[in-house]
């Protein structure tokens, strides 16, 4: 007999790749003070690839952060590839998934964009779909365990219908699909599934400290090179001359200095954004360069948010930097390439004014970001209120987790 939510003494944290991706390490952070709001007396494991740099991270929660141990092998990618190419919706797991699964109660399956397809891939009538977090939860139903859906974007999954088939059958298995926007929300009760609710994300109570002060003489900027993938695919790279030209408009623009804020650190130089805005840096104009600063981004999360402590708006690519910001009342404009900024911004602001499609940005973001810059004292007036807001949503979240 399985367990009842309100019994859960292990629950397992399993969807991030590494918290090198400050978003994921706010997604673990929330996920933990929710479930020890929730389940005080649960014993919370979180399933890592990045072992010892993810219990660094961590030290400062009562969090076992567990390894996986994973074993490639040539023919064991042989044999994947040529599940790839066949359009098999089932792989070949390199490390011990049973063993992993059987050693708790239950899964939250955690992260970002976990459930959702590229913006690039959407346009054509035909793409892959396969998902290896799908895969896994599968396995974890064949173990008699339930998964919950906690701090996610789930879709679009566009309009393949064997995509969205895939998807549909899937998560209508899960015990509660907990999306961090209303649009996430609307689109999978469009697709028939009633297991899903509205939270907001685990960033929203990853706080800094309330005493917090520092002088405001910076513009934030974030940029991704991952934004630019899902946009532009292998042409990615050619949008560094436009991005460097917008850089120095932004220069021109403003009297601050821009100070550059890299939210990811990945080892995959197309998802590090130290790397990316690095090489920006270097393409400005060399009259604009002693203008740019990079943070400090040493202590994760909430090092970057120290940072932020110093910016009159944060203008951000990377959705968890412009949320960073946005907790600690500091006006963000998000820099949109998926449905993720846009819902997230109809729910913080009740409004997409603030959004800017990453394609415009090079044209259009100076006016935009100097407007917001003009507004600065009411929007984070605005963004006090509202926090207290977001906090009671997720006071009625946790009550929700209880029923």
Known sequence: MKPSANTF????????YGLYNFGCEAIVRGTYQMLKSVYPHSRIVYF???????????????????????????????????????????????????????????????????YTIAQRLLQKKRYPYYNSLVDFCERCFALGKDVYVYGASVGPFGAYPKA?????????????????????????????????????DPAFIVKGPATATQEKKYIGLNLSPLSLQELYGRSARQQIKPLAEMVEKLCETFSQDILLLPH??????????????TLLKDA???????????????????????EMYQCEIVIAARMHCAVNALTENIPALFLSYSQKSRGMAQYVYGHEKWVLPLQQAPL?????????LGQKESVAAFLKERNRQIEQDYRKGCEEMLK
């Open 364 to 372: 259009e973001l100076p006016a935009l970001a100097r407007e917001m």
């Open 9 to 16: 003494k292990t629950i397992g944290l399993y969807g991030i």
């Open 284 to 306: 400005v104009d060399e009259k604009y360069r002693g203008r740019l600063k990079i943070a400090n981004y040493h202590k994760g999360f909430l090092g970057i948010k120290q």
């Open 48 to 114: 890592s690839y990045h072992y010892e740099y993810d219990k660094e991270v961590l030290a400062d929660l009562e969090i076992e952060v567990v390894q996986i141990r994973t074993r490639q092998s040539l023919p064991l990618k042989c044999v994947n590839k040529f599940l790839q190419i066949i359009g098999c919706e089932k792989r070949i797991f390199s490390f011990d998934y049973k063993k992993m699964i059987n050693s708790v109660d239950c899964f939250f399956s955690i992260g970002g964009d976990i």
């Open 264 to 277: 990811v650190l990945a080892k995959n130089p197309l998802d590090n954004d130290l790397h990316f805005m």
């Open 164 to 200: 969205v088939q895939y998807y549909r059958h899937h998560l209508a298995k899960y015990q509660k699909i907990i999306c961090r926007e209303e649009k996430s929300v609307q689109y999978l009760r469009a697709l028939g599934l009633t297991n899903t609710a509205f939270m907001p």
